[in-house]
């Protein structure tokens, strides 16, 4: 037997979090050596949250494409099966009460 799991449990589940550590600026009046060890660390902070960018806004595109792909689906059925013309309102107009 499959075990099937509801889309809204996986829609909902924790957001990720990136794991960048953010650099410590040190004081202004530094020595060089220890502000271009900031700056590396900067170039770290940079690369690590460009990556995690890179991957979330990846995975928003598959997800988009999958949501799009069962929108074309699901308007193919009823199309197909339900034999409504593809000018059908959808929603339906609201009916005015009287």
């Not at 040190?26 to 995690?52: G, I, L």
């Amino acid at each position: 037997m499959a075990l099937l799991i509801p889309s809204l449990a996986i829609a909902h589940a924790e957001l990720p979090k990136h794991a960048c550590t953010q650099p410590i600026r040190p004081p202004d009046k530094t020595d060089s050596e220890r502000w271009n060890h900031f700056m590396d660390q900067v170039d770290v902070y940079r690369e690590c949250m460009s990556a995690f960018i890179a991957e979330n806004n990846e995975a928003a595109d598959r997800h988009r494409a999958a949501a799009n792909a069962a929108t074309a689906e699901w308007n193919a059925f009823v199309h197909g099966s339900l034999n409504v013309p593809e000018d059908f309102p959808w929603p339906p107009p609201a009916k005015e009460s009287n």
